[in-house]
C-alpha cells in the first residue's frame, strides 16, 4: 500500500509556528517533527531475497525456455525504447492500461543488470554507508525510480523513501518523479536515481531531486554510459541547477556514477530543451 505524504506550510519548533521562507536551509530534525507522518513504509522481510531468488533462476534451460527467453528479451526492447522516447506522463498511462508491463519490464531489466560487473544499486548503497553521520543520526533518502526498492533493503538503519510509476511492494509508493515526488522541500540528505533518467522529460526528475534536498545534500546517479556522450555538458547542467559535482566514475565499463553536492545561492534553471544531454537507449533492428 502506497503512503502520501502530507504537506504542511508550517513548521513547529518548540512553542513558535513559523512559516519557512523558500529557499532557506531548514533543518531536517526540524522538517521530521513538522512532518511526523513522513516515515517511510519499511520492506516485509524477505523482500530482497525474493528478488535475488528470480534473478538465480536462469538455471539450466531447454530449447522452450530459450525460444521463451527470447521473445521475452525482444518485447523488453521494445519496452526499454518506449520508456526512453516517450513521457513520463505517457508511461504512466501505458503502465496503467497495462500493469503487466512493469513486471515484464523489470524482469528483463533484472536479466540485463545481472550480467553486468556489478550492480549500481550495490554500489550506491555501499557509497552512501561510507558517508559520515553524527552519532544517532538517521540518514533520510529518496530512491526516485526505484523498481523494486531494493535500496531500503539494503539501507535498514536509514529512512528510505522509495518512488516510483508502480508500487510493486509495499514500502513503494506510487508516484510520476518527474511531475511531484511526495516530499517536503529540503527533506532529504540523499537522493539516488539509480538508471532512472528516462523518458523525455528527465530533467525534470533532476529539479525534483534538487527541490527535496536539503543543502550540502547528496545526489547519487548512476547512469548508462553509452546515454552520457557529453559528459561536461551534463555536469554544467548540473552546476546551473544548484549542484557542486565530484569528478565521475568511470570505472565501471557499463555505467557512470556522478555525485552531486546540493549548495546555497543557487538559481532557478530552466529544463526545457536540456533532454538530448543523455541519449536514449535505442536497439539495431533485428
Not at 550495490?122 to 523494486?148: M, S, Y
Not at 535498514?156 to 522509495?162: L, N, R, T, Y
Request: charged fraction near 25%.
Amino acid at each position: 500500500m502506497s503512503t502520501k505524504v502530507k504537506r504542511s506550510s508550517t513548521v513547529t519548533t518548540g512553542n513558535e509556528v513559523k512559516r519557512p521562507k523558500r529557499g532557506n536551509t531548514v533543518g531536517i530534525d526540524v522538517i521530521r517533527r513538522a512532518f511526523p507522518d513522513s516515515k517511510p513504509p519499511q520492506p516485509q522481510k524477505g523482500w530482497a531475497e525474493t528478488v535475488m531468488k528470480k534473478k538465480r533462476a536462469a538455471g539450466k534451460k531447454g530449447t522452450l525456455d530459450k525460444l521463451s527467453d527470447k521473445l521475452k528479451g525482444g518485447k523488453f526492447r521494445w519496452l526499454n525504447e518506449k520508456l526512453y522516447t516517450t513521457s513520463s506522463n505517457e508511461a504512466d498511462g501505458m503502465f496503467k492500461e497495462e500493469p503487466e508491463l512493469f513486471d515484464e519490464y523489470h524482469e528483463g531489466f533484472r536479466d540485463q543488470v545481472a550480467k553486468w560487473p556489478s550492480n549500481p544499486v550495490d554500489v550506491i548503497a555501499k557509497e552512501i554507508l561510507k558517508i559520515p553521520t553524527k552519532k544517532g543520526q538517521r540518514f533520510v533518502v529518496a530512491d526516485l525510480g526505484c523498481g523494486d526498492g531494493l535500496l531500503a533493503c539494503k539501507l535498514q538503519k536509514a529512512e528510505v523513501h522509495s518512488f516510483d510509476l508502480v508500487s510493486k511492494a509495499p514500502h513503494v509508493t506510487r508516484c510520476d518523479i518527474a511531475r511531484a515526488v511526495p516530499l517536503p522541500e529540503q527533506s532529504c540528505d540523499v537522493v539516488v536515481l539509480s538508471l532512472a533518467l528516462m523518458g523525455t522529460n528527465w530533467p525534470n526528475i533532476i529539479r525534483e531531486a534538487h527541490r527535496i534536498l536539503a543543502f550540502n545534500g547528496v545526489l547519487k546517479i548512476a547512469e548508462v554510459t553509452s546515454r552520457l556522450q557529453n559528459i561536461p555538458a551534463f555536469l554544467t547542467f548540473l552546476s546551473n541547477l544548484g549542484f557542486n559535482n565530484d569528478k565521475p566514475n568511470q570505472s565501471n565499463t557499463h555505467f557512470i556514477s556522478i555525485t552531486s553536492t546540493k549548495v546555497k545561492g543557487s538559481k532557478k534553471q530552466a529544463v526545457e530543451g536540456m533532454s538530448d544531454l543523455l541519449q536514449p537507449c535505442l536497439y539495431k533492428k533485428r
